[in-house]
């Protein structure tokens, strides 16, 4: 719902998604026949991926599909299905992939690296992310930026939505699952921890983004308490200047109880008691 208001408002938006087994396209036009090769490097390892473009025919906004092996043969987004425990009972159904956070990994570069494949032109002027499973796109992007002339007008706005979920791991997974080099954990994501060095990303994405957003007004306001910052009060103090509480919305033409074929009862401001009854 978020890209199809920007885009109604005059923005050309793209969306980025993995391409799992269990996608739809069905609300995709224009879906490029032709993929498009990319080299992403994790941790002195070179994937390579594929992007296919297309247009959400509900938001007229572009969406770039991520394509590799390790989300293709996935059935499920989050889980292990049933068939998946069959054909290998260590992928138990309900389980997350074993391999959850390599893919993470590899879509958060992918991300960062079409810049390298598109024209300059098409290269966007902001990076929009979302809670710690997204934070290390920043990152990268970071250091793309370092390189690399065609990056370095890039904005990164970042998102919380429940800042209890900070993608806390031990430093040692720095390098070894993230590929960010020792600079990085000094310079944003250092988070001390029970006695532990461990790396914190949302921390880090807090610190390195250029705007930082939440849910609403009075939550940007909470985050400054102990009560609710959850260990990162200073990080919200320290960035008070570039955080800012933008009201959670959705799409009312998707969810309009008035005409949602989905809910038992339709019903609407002037009738919702009556209905409720």
Same mark, same amino acid.
């Given at each position: 719902?978020?890209?199809?208001?920007?885009?109604?408002?005059?923005?050309?938006?793209?969306?980025?998604?993995?391409?799992?087994?269990?996608?739809?396209?069905?609300?995709?036009?224009?879906?490029?026949?032709?993929? =498009?090769?990319?080299?992403?490097?994790?941790?002195?390892?070179?994937? =390579?991926?594929?992007?296919?473009?297309?247009?959400?025919?509900?938001?007229?906004?572009?969406?770039?599909?991520?394509?590799?092996?390790?989300?293709?043969?996935?059935?499920?987004?989050?889980?292990?299905?049933?068939?998946?425990?069959?054909?290998?009972?260590?992928?138990?159904?309900?389980?997350?992939?074993?391999?959850?956070?390599? +893919?993470?990994?590899?879509?958060?570069?992918?991300?960062?690296?079409?810049?390298?494949?598109?024209?300059?032109?098409?290269?966007?002027?902001?990076?929009?992310?979302?809670? /710690?499973?997204?934070?290390?796109?920043?990152?990268?992007?970071?250091?793309?930026?370092?390189?690399?002339?065609?990056?370095?007008?890039?904005?990164?706005?970042? =998102?919380?939505?429940?800042?209890?979920?900070?993608?806390?791991?031990?430093?040692?997974?720095? /390098?070894?699952?993230?590929?960010?080099?020792?600079? /990085?954990?000094?310079?944003?994501?250092?988070?001390?921890?029970?006695?532990?060095?461990?790396?914190?990303?949302?921390?880090?994405?807090?610190? @390195?983004?250029?705007?930082?957003?939440?849910?609403?007004?009075?939550?940007?306001?909470?985050?400054?308490?102990?009560?609710?910052? +959850?260990?990162?009060?200073?990080?919200?103090?320290?960035?008070?200047?570039? @955080?800012?509480?933008?009201?959670?919305?959705?799409?009312?033409?998707?969810?309009?109880?008035?005409?949602?074929?989905?809910?038992?009862?339709?019903?609407?401001?002037?009738?919702?008691?009556? @209905?409720?009854?």
């Amino acid at each position: 719902s978020l890209c199809k208001e920007f885009q109604g408002l005059g923005h050309k938006v793209t969306l980025f998604i993995p391409v799992f087994k269990c996608n739809s396209f069905a609300d995709l036009n224009e879906l490029q026949t032709v993929e =498009t090769e990319g080299a992403v490097e994790i941790c002195g390892k070179t994937e =390579t991926v594929k992007y296919m473009t297309a247009i959400c025919e509900s938001g007229g906004f572009e969406v770039v599909l991520v394509n590799h092996p390790c989300f293709a043969e996935k059935e499920a987004v989050y889980t292990y299905t049933e068939n998946e425990q069959k054909a290998d009972p260590a992928h138990v159904r309900g389980n997350g992939h074993v391999d959850a956070l390599y +893919m993470d990994v590899l879509f958060q570069k992918s991300v960062a690296a079409y810049g390298s494949i598109v024209p300059r032109s098409e290269i966007p002027d902001i990076l929009h992310c979302n809670d /710690w499973e997204t934070a290390p796109a920043i990152f990268y992007l970071k250091d793309y930026q370092a390189l690399y002339s065609e990056y370095r007008n890039i904005r990164t706005v970042y =998102t919380i939505h429940n800042i209890a979920y900070q993608g806390q791991f031990g430093k040692n997974e720095l /390098w070894d699952t993230f590929g960010l080099v020792e600079g /990085w954990y000094e310079g944003a994501l250092k988070y001390l921890y029970k006695g532990r060095e461990d790396i914190n990303l949302m921390k880090g994405a807090m610190i @390195m983004a250029d705007a930082v957003s939440t849910v609403s007004k009075t939550y940007s306001h909470e985050l400054h308490s102990p009560e609710f910052g +959850m260990g990162l009060e200073g990080v919200a103090d320290i960035i008070r200047g570039k @955080m800012y509480g933008i009201l959670n919305g959705i799409d009312y033409d998707e969810f309009d109880p008035e005409n949602d074929r989905l809910i038992p009862y339709s019903y609407n401001v002037n009738n919702f008691y009556e @209905m409720k009854q």
